[in-house]
């Protein structure tokens, strides 16, 4: 037993190390990288978990989570794959080194004549020259087709060699080490000690978003002098920072930076049809005592770069510009509309009523195509503009809440306009739009008291038939828009009608509309440090260097053996291998056969 | 191996093994002229170079050298499209528009010229399909040269598009590979083309009646992009494209797709007439010799496969300059990825292995519904970075 085991254990250990770098091994997993890959692409990644939990319910959400398919490139098998890969690719280049080596290195004229016949391409011929000219024939041919033949004359025997792309094997070693390279270079961009830290549970993602900085948890604070980080910070114009927050699974890490970023100003610019053609931060970098590093502007495809760090334009948002609004209360009959003010991100009471109202999100244009908001195509016009819009989400004071979003701008159909009001009562459900005709003097004021006067008559028993309806209507009218002819009316009655029947599950009692605004954008600046990347680009140029080398600089070997017939004349034995191209190789052969023969049948 | 086709084959031979000294000597003219219009271009326009300029007029000098220099076609083909494209710039700054002019109207416009193209590649298919059913040779020749006419169409299209971006308003101005319709003139015009150097290069005419079919489908779509979607409408380019990167990126990645295209229809080709020859079927008559299709699926896989690498890497620096990392796990550049793979292990398979025939056709075979995934597919059904290529 004991003597048997020794025996097997080193044919077993041989034989991981041939299975570890076979080809069959890395075919295989080649092929189940990029099955594996597909997966990232057919689900989105990395968005917010609430999402996910939506779309695919709890127990799925859960499953799918622990597979770690919301971020599947990050996961630890998707990396033990390319790890496992990197690890037989390396095992592969040390096995084959020495021998490749030897192979440049060394290439001997002489070669044994049954090595001579192994060759993939072999002749024997026998020709009535005598073994110098025929070996000058040989010998110009191969010239003629760029090879550098040498000669050595041995115990009687003449024997040629040539080669070409000796080199070839040097594609192999750039190529294989390119990929360990590129792939260790990422890895090491991609933060492995903190990856580790985050694993072992030193670093610990915070989860909630609304902390203020001081309040973050020192566990889920990068060290400073991190040697490679890809964070991002969203800054208010005219605010600084020194920090970026980079996402790990459903939280955030904080990255202190060795500098701080003040934003001075941010702007898109347009093209004439409305499209943005750039968009640009005015930034300025502080050192510690103050002092200013740099200053510039950041630009989509031009980033700054200050020592080792790089800063990119990455988005845009608001940075708390300032709304002033009205509110109009649902089924409160001849109330004045209401007056709010606030800052987008701050949360209004809606006076003492128990309602509070979070602005979010104001955006300065929306461009958006006719069909996507009421499903017809309008040739000629394919987009509308809707103008500046936000977005405010309503807590009840029972504990519920909605989400709203309202545009600034009317669109108009039929003659008649309408503002358009989007709602949800679940974030991450799609919004429904209701479109709320405007009166003659513009406004939803004369909706809004219809829609309350239409609810009183109905409270006191009236029936809603088409001439209660129109009824109802004519004595709002008379008082709000005594002038509206009647064609007029009747439309907007319809209108109405519709955005009733839309505004069903309406989740708030009140209708907030944007009056007036000032602007003040935020910009999402990226901030990473990469030392990897000199790396990187050093493995690429190997990779495409190696990949030419490989394919177009082809190793072929020739070696002849001539020697003296004793009947006269000579023999020659000529064996020859491509490595690549051997279709083209296996032609030229045939081509040298003839024009050997030619040569012996002239003479 | 001395059947009919190898010899056709042979005399190419010598011409096939010269040497690098010989291929110089005989392109010295080609490169004498190009180097005097690199020259030429220098001199006039190289006080507003850049070094990004300059960049992209040294990679264009020394691709065209060593293309025309290993495929003389490309000698006068370069000529053919630049002569007509220029006289088209020309009749722009001479004031002349397509309202005024009857020229620029049906011939040289970008659309125009880009429709021309449509219907010569449609006309080139129907011909290579005849060639093979009807085995006449005349015909054939008549394929290939509608399919030049069609290739050189093509590229005179975008070259003029490249100058209508900036009529009306100069800081729209950009080179036409930027939206799924320029991008589909690319590839029926660049497919085509490599198309082409195989079958000159192994005297196999044939192969046309399983390539230029998707090329036709191609052309078909693309006719649908323009009469059905107006995409052939120019818009100005978002801000994330705004990038000399994208020079060489985009054709680059479509020199990989041409090359991979073409492979995989050979592919099919092999195992059509492989299955024809088991049947005594009078398909493999016509076909070349199988090893010679199986060469071509090699060449043509392993000169995409190093064009498709340089594009991908030049992809993933240019990420690294506009969005700061040089791979998000876009799902575009995931089916890059993708795309790799398979073809990494194609090539070992190939190479180290030595495999070949049905098996390595099947292969080759079913790559394109991969490629074709990565090329459209990604813009048609998933969302992401490269979402400006949709409809």
């Not at chain 1, 630890?76 to 390396?90: D, H, P």
């Not at chain 1, 090595?115 to 110009?140: G, K, T």
């Not at chain 1, 020194?242 to 060795?258: H, M, N, R, T």
């Amino acid at each position: 037993m004991g003597i048997s085991g020794e025996m097997r254990s080193p044919s077993r250990r041989r034989l991981l190390w041939q299975f570890l770098g076979s080809m069959r091994l890395a075919v295989n997993l080649l092929v189940l990288l990029a099955v594996a890959s597909i997966i990232g692409t057919v689900l989105r990644q990395q968005e917010s978990y609430s999402s996910y939990a939506f779309r695919f319910g709890e127990f799925w959400f859960q499953v799918y989570r622990d597979l770690g398919v919301y971020n599947v490139y990050r996961t630890l098998w998707y990396m033990g794959i390319v790890g496992f890969l990197v690890f037989s690719t390396a095992t592969c280049i040390t096995r084959n080194t020495p021998r490749m080596l030897k192979e440049i290195l060394e290439f001997p004229v002489r070669q044994r004549e049954g090595a001579i016949r192994a060759q993939e391409h072999f002749l024997e011929l026998h020709s009535a020259l005598p073994v110098p000219a025929l070996q000058e024939r040989l010998l110009s041919l191969l010239r003629g087709y760029g090879y550098r033949p040498r000669t050595e004359i041995r115990d009687g025997l003449c024997y040629v060699a040539a080669r070409k792309g000796k080199f070839n094997r040097i594609g192999y070693f750039l190529t294989h080490l390119a990929i360990i390279t590129i792939c260790g270079a990422a890895l090491y961009n991609a933060d492995v000690p903190v990856r580790w830290a985050e694993w072992m549970g030193t670093l610990v993602p915070e989860t909630n978003f609304d902390l203020p900085l001081p309040k973050i948890p020192h566990s889920a604070w990068m060290p400073l002098h991190n040697l490679a980080y890809r964070g991002s910070v969203t800054l208010p114009e005219g605010d600084t920072a020194d920090v970026v927050f980079e996402s790990a699974g459903d939280g955030y890490l904080v990255q202190k930076l060795p500098f701080r970023i003040h934003l001075k100003s941010f702007h898109i610019k347009y093209y004439s049809t409305g499209m943005p053609r750039d968009f640009v931060s005015d930034v300025v970098l502080y050192g510690p005592q103050g002092q200013v590093l740099k200053s510039g502007l950041v630009r989509v495809n031009h980033p700054m770069s200050y020592d080792g760090t790089e800063i990119y334009q990455s988005s845009f948002s608001d940075g708390g510009s300032l709304l002033r609004m009205r509110s109009f209360l649902l089924g409160l009959p001849a109330m004045a509309a209401g007056k709010l003010v606030g800052k987008v991100g701050q949360t209004l009471k809606a006076g003492s009523s128990g309602y509070s109202v979070s602005l979010k999100n104001f955006k300065m244009t929306n461009v958006v195509p006719w069909s996507s908001v009421d499903g017809h195509a309008h040739p000629g016009s394919p987009v509308i503009n809707l103008g500046p819009s936000f977005i405010y989400v309503v807590h009840t004071p029972q504990g519920g809440a909605g989400e709203f979003k309202t545009y600034m701008l009317p669109i108009h159909r039929d003659g008649q306009s309408f503002y358009v009001q989007g709602f949800r009562a679940t974030r991450g459900a799609p919004y429904t739009y209701v479109a709320i005709p405007n009166g003659p003097h513009g406004g939803i004021s004369l909706f809004v008291d219809y829609l309350a006067a239409l609810q009183q008559a109905l409270n006191g028993g009236a029936n809603p038939t088409p001439a209660v309806l129109t009824q109802v209507f004519q004595q709002v009218a008379e008082v709000a828009a005594p002038t509206m002819p009647p064609e007029k009316q009747a439309l907007f009655v319809r209108d109405s009608m519709l955005a009733m029947t839309q505004m069903h599950d309406y989740p708030a009692p009140f209708i907030l509309r944007l009056s007036s605004f000032h602007h003040r954008w935020a910009a999402s600046l990226q901030v990473t440090k990469w030392p990897g990347t000199i790396v990187i680009y050093w493995g690429c140029v190997a990779l495409v260097l190696g990949i030419f080398i490989l394919f177009y600089l082809p190793q072929k070997k020739v070696w002849a053996e001539l020697r003296e017939d004793p009947e006269g004349g000579s023999r020659l034995l000529l064996g020859g291998s491509a490595d690549r191209n051997k279709l083209e190789f296996s032609r030229t052969f045939e081509f040298w056969q003839k024009n050997l023969t030619d040569a012996t049948e002239i003479h | 191996m001395a059947n009919s086709r190898a010899e056709i084959w042979a005399p190419e031979l010598p011409y096939a093994s010269r040497t690098w000294r010989d291929t110089i000597t005989r392109s010295a003219p080609w490169a004498i002229a190009l180097t005097a219009a690199t020259a030429f271009i220098v001199f006039q326009y190289g006080a507003q170079f850049g070094i990004w300029k300059y960049t992209v007029l040294i990679c264009w000098y020394l691709a065209l050298l060593v293309a025309g220099s290993l495929w003389r076609s490309i000698q006068w083909a370069v000529p053919a499209v630049v002569i007509p494209a220029l006289a088209a710039v020309w009749m722009y700054s001479a004031g002349q528009t397509p309202e005024n002019s009857w020229i620029l109207r049906y011939f040289l416009q970008g659309l125009a010229a880009v429709l021309w193209m449509g219907g010569l590649l449609l006309l080139a298919t129907a011909a290579y399909v005849l060639h093979v059913l009807m085995k006449n040779e005349t015909v054939g020749r008549w394929a290939t040269r509608l399919t030049w006419a069609g290739t050189l169409m093509g590229f005179i299209g975008l070259g003029v598009r490249w100058r209508e971006t900036y009529i009306g308003h100069p800081s729209w101005g950009h080179i036409p590979v930027s939206n799924l319709w320029e991008v589909f003139v690319l590839f029926c015009a660049s497919t085509s083309l490599f198309y082409l150097y195989y079958e000159q290069r192994y005297r196999a005419r044939a192969l046309g009646a399983f390539v230029m079919p998707l090329v036709a489908s191609a052309v078909g779509f693309l006719l649908w992009l323009t009469f059905a979607q107006h995409m052939d409408r120019i818009e100005p380019l978002i801000p994330a494209l705004q990038s000399f990167w994208m020079k060489l990126h985009v054709p680059m990645m479509f020199v990989g797709y041409a090359n991979f295209t073409v492979a995989s229809l050979v592919g099919l080709a092999y195992l059509l007439t492989k299955r024809s020859a088991v049947r005594g079927g009078t398909l493999s008559k016509m076909m070349p010799a199988p090893e010679i299709m199986d060469d071509v699926m090699y060449k043509a896989i392993a000169f995409g496969f190093l064009f498709f690498t340089t594009a991908t890497i030049l992809g993933a620096v240019w990420a690294a300059k506009a969005w700061g990392g040089f791979w998000s796990w876009d799902p575009k550049e995931t089916w890059a990825l993708i795309v790799w793979l398979n073809y990494a292990g194609y090539l070992h398979a190939r190479v180290v292995k030595g495999w070949r025939g049905t098996n390595m056709a099947w292969w080759s075979f079913m790559s394109i519904w991969v490629v074709t995934f990565c090329f459209l597919g990604v813009n048609l059904f998933l969302s992401g970075l490269h979402s400006y290529g949709k409809l």
